[in-house]
């Protein structure tokens, strides 16, 4: 199958020259029957039918030669413009290594410009091979393939990667529930038109898992052998499409002719080389030979590429890709044996596919997706189990923790209990004496408060007699009063016009003159020598002349009413003079006032001023008389109020002192209270430490054995971390590999294969590992006994590999 897929690309460099002549030939028919060339670069024996002779033979080239034609790039200008597209030259491509370089550098663009569906593919030499066949293929015009290879090995991820590096337009189509065949026509339809009309360059992947009818079949065995499928386009629009390429037809066909069924063949040929189908099928299909006698096509109009089991190296080779960068508790040697050891899995595996149908009578299959997945579950497998025994390890290196701390905490608070024993003692002195400083404290707030007491009450008392003293002066006081508004209401009455007529009088009449005499008395102004004068009073008719004391109103006039400011003074002394008005003042008026005509009305008759000023001389008299019996008690009243200031000045003194006394008592009493708290706080933390320091030494003598056994355990868990990277090994191989086996078959491959090539490879692994225990724990698997599964170990194991 290599040969006829030409797989072996070397084969350019290393086929052997062909001559013309007659010798030549007969030379090279020689050699065809006595040499087989040796790619690996070692010796070969070959010999001829009948002869029993062998000849050992130099191959006649060391080093196989690989021909590509993806060595050149495309060519950017500054702006990162493509200004041409790398020519496709087929040429040398050096080295196997070189090639991988080159390779790895388009894979990187791919996943760049396809970041969903990126790859990741281990180029391993028989993966290279394969890539540089199909590459060569979809290079070439009407190149198509069939991959004929189990699920998994790489037939369409390196067909991706091919048509990436050829330039080709990739196209595989999306299988869902209502595709059918119109569907599949559609989408040839489709890529009819870009390869045909628009002439690009298109690879066609197609699954045998893609194949819903087989119809689907005799659609590709169709483009196959003539290029041509029936309904596909009409008439009219395949001829309009192949019109388009006239252009093309005259400039590339030396025989063409101006006819429609010229142009329309034009376009199905340059379909056929424009548009690559590359067939992925499986050989284990049991419908693969029935499609391959039925469909001549599929197999006649492809190169057919057979990919094989992977090579040990390739196994190998992967399994670093996969393992290399994992941190495992091993040494580098040892790592290096469980990947080996990975591969050979495998390979064992597919040989013990043989044996178990030589002994059952079954077949059972192993793919590459069963290794790839064997290292995914590798992965996640050791992670997580070294998850888990971290966790286990510092849980008990926890436990540990808890109890060293624990008896070091039962010391520390011996120490902490012994202080506090002692802080209490000295908190209960404390306390007592200053219950003592306390209670002579109380006693003297107590002494006085009682003598507060006693001048509060005197004070108070006093209080009581003053205010009803001075409600009765208040009340005489108010009897006065209206005399002395009647005075303010006189003097109101005088205006400055009236006074200054009254002052420009010559011979003002005997009351205004009389009046002017009260005043004078009134401010005691000075007056003349007492003579005896006539004097008459009184209005039109009942004007009287008597004889009087002679008036002093030209002293006045001259005097007293020359002042400018006379009835300011006048105000005055109302407001704050009246009260120096004596006893003698008013008997020397008293003559005045008794006179007959000696009245504001009569003074109304000579003058307004004067009547106002006689009011104001009555009033004054009037509120002398009223005061008289006021004055003693308001007296009497600023004494005994000056006496109830020096006791409240006194009373005053006295809380002060009481209240220094209840200040003195009362931080006492806070520190008495405050030593209190700190004593019963005290006496609080040392029942609680003592009480812990009790349950902590009951629970540390309780966890003496506990202790002893997590110390062991912390000591195990390096050497199950170090075991760990052969059981995740043996543990994963046989979730991903025993499940087709029956139960006595899985135990002979886990215990005398996998087992033994772990063991012979240095790689450390648990003796006797139970499996199912190490793969699931008992919890689960009582849950599902519950659901219903069976409790024998066939069953799950069953239940393991679900």
Same mark, same amino acid.
């Given at each position: 199958? /290599?040969?006829?897929?030409? !797989? ?42 009948g ?6 033979l ?9 021909f ?31 090639? @991988? ?15 969903? $569906? ?25 190149g198509? !393939? ?16 091919? =048509? ?10 999306a ?8 569907? /599949? ?28 009818? &087989? ?60 548009l ?21 096509? /599929? ?45 050979m ?29 064997? /290292? ?7 992670? =997580? ?18 109890l ?8 520390? $608070?011996?120490?902490v ?10 908190? &209960? ?11 002579k ?43 002395v ?10 205006k ?8 420009? !009088? ?25 003579? $005896? ?11 009287k ?50 006179? &007959?005509?000696?009245?504001?009305i ?35 009243l600023r ?9 409240? @000045? ?14 003195? !008592? ?15 706080a ?6 609680? =430490?003592?009480?812990? $320091? ?14 002893? @056994?997590?110390t ?78 069976p ?12």
């Amino acid at each position: 199958g /290599l040969a006829a897929a030409g !797989l072996g690309a070397e084969a350019e460099g290393s086929r052997p020259s062909t001559s013309t002549s007659q010798d030549g030939k007969k030379k090279n028919r020689r050699e065809s029957k006595a040499v087989i060339p040796n790619m690996a670069g070692g010796k070969s024996r070959a010999s001829t039918p009948g002869s029993s002779a062998m000849l050992e033979l130099e191959p006649e080239y060391t080093e196989p030669k690989y021909f590509v034609d993806f060595l050149h790039d495309d060519e950017y200008d500054e702006d990162g413009i493509l200004v041409a597209e790398a020519p496709k030259i087929y040429e040398e491509g050096g080295t196997l290594e070189f090639l @991988r370089n080159r390779v790895h550098s388009f894979m990187e663009g791919y996943n760049q410009e396809n970041p969903a $569906m990126k790859l990741n593919l281990v180029l391993f030499d028989d993966a290279m091979r394969h890539l540089m066949t199909i590459s060569r293929v979809l290079g070439m015009p009407r190149g198509n !393939l069939m991959l004929v290879g189990v699920g998994g090995s790489g037939k369409q991820s390196l067909t991706r990667l091919a =048509t990436h590096i050829a330039g080709h337009h990739p196209f595989q189509i999306a299988l869902s529930k209502s595709y059918n065949m119109n569907s /599949l026509m559609d989408d040839i339809r489709v890529l009819y038109k870009l390869c045909g009309q628009q002439r690009k360059q298109a690879t066609f992947i197609f699954t045998d898992a893609e194949i819903k009818d &087989e119809n689907f079949l005799e659609v590709f065995n169709s483009f196959l052998m003539t290029g041509e499928i029936a309904n596909l386009f009409p008439k009219d629009e395949l001829q309009i499409m192949a019109a388009e390429l006239r252009p093309f037809a005259v400039k590339e066909r030396p025989d063409f002719v101006e006819t429609p069924e010229f142009l329309v063949r034009y376009f199905i040929d340059s379909v056929r080389a424009n548009l690559h189908l590359v067939l992925c099928m499986s050989p284990v299909n049991i419908k693969f030979p029935e499609r391959a006698r039925k469909f001549p096509g /599929l197999i006649n109009g492809c190169a057919i590429d057979w990919f094989l089991s992977w090579p040990e190296e390739a196994l190998v080779a992967v399994s670093t890709n996969f393992i290399g960068d994992m941190e495992l508790e091993c040494d580098p040697e040892t790592k290096q044996g469980v990947m080996v050891h990975m591969g050979m899995v495998h390979r064992m595996v597919v040989e013990s596919c043989a044996e178990y149908f030589q002994k059952m009578r079954r077949n059972a299959y192993q793919t590459p997706k069963s290794f790839l997945s064997f /290292l995914s579950d590798y992965k996640h497998m050791y992670h =997580t189990k070294i998850a888990e025994i971290d966790l286990k390890a510092s849980r008990v290196q926890m436990g540990l923790d808890k109890l060293l701390k624990g008896a070091e905490d039962v010391e520390g $608070m011996k120490i902490v209990l012994a202080d506090e024993e002692i802080k209490l003692r000295h908190a &209960e002195e404390a306390t007592n004496a200053m219950l003592g400083k306390l209670e002579k404290s109380s006693m003297d707030a107590k002494k006085e408060a009682d003598a507060v007491g006693k001048i509060k009450d005197a004070c108070e008392e006093d209080a009581r007699n003053i205010a009803a003293e001075k409600a009765d002066a208040e009340a005489d006081l108010a009897k006065a009063q209206p005399f002395v508004e009647e005075a303010e209401r006189a003097v109101n009455s005088i205006k400055p016009n009236d006074l200054n007529e009254l002052k420009k !009088l010559t011979k003002p009449s005997d009351i205004i003159k009389l009046i002017f005499d009260c005043v004078g008395l009134l401010k005691m102004e000075p007056l003349n020598r007492v003579e $005896m004068a006539e004097v008459t009073l009184g209005i039109g008719k009942e004007k009287k002349t008597f004889t009087f004391l002679r008036d002093s109103f030209k002293t006045m006039q001259t005097g007293m009413l020359s002042d400018a400011r006379f009835l300011q003074n006048i105000f005055y002394f109302s407001k704050y003079e009246k009260d120096l008005i004596n006893d003698e003042t008013i008997e020397l008026m008293n003559p005045y006032l008794e006179l &007959e005509g000696f009245s504001p009305i009569v003074a109304r008759n000579a003058s307004k001023a004067a009547e106002g000023l006689c009011s104001w001389c009555r009033a004054m008299t009037y509120y002398h008389e009223a005061s008289k019996i006021v004055k003693p008690k308001l007296e009497a009243l600023r004494l005994a109020e000056a006496r109830l200031a020096d006791a409240q @000045r006194d009373l005053d003194k006295a809380e002060a002192k009481l209240q220094l006394c209840q200040d003195v !008592l009362d931080k006492l009493k806070a520190d008495f209270e405050a030593s209190m708290a700190q004593k019963k706080a005290i006496e609080e933390g040392a029942l609680n =430490t003592k009480k812990k $320091m009790e349950q902590a030494t009951a629970l540390i003598d309780g966890l003496a054995g506990e202790r002893q @056994r997590w110390t062991e355990d912390s000591q195990k868990f390096e050497d199950t971390k170090k075991r760990m990277v052969g059981d995740v090994a043996l543990g994963c191989a046989f979730v991903s590999y025993c499940g087709p086996f029956n139960q006595d078959f899985r135990e002979y491959m886990v215990r005398s294969k996998f087992t033994r090539d772990l063991r012979d490879r240095a790689v450390p692994v648990s003796s006797g590992l139970d499996l199912t225990n190490f793969l699931v724990d008992v919890g689960t698997i009582g849950d599902w006994n519950l659901d219903g599964l069976p409790t024998d170990p066939l069953s799950i194991q069953n239940g393991i590999l679900v």
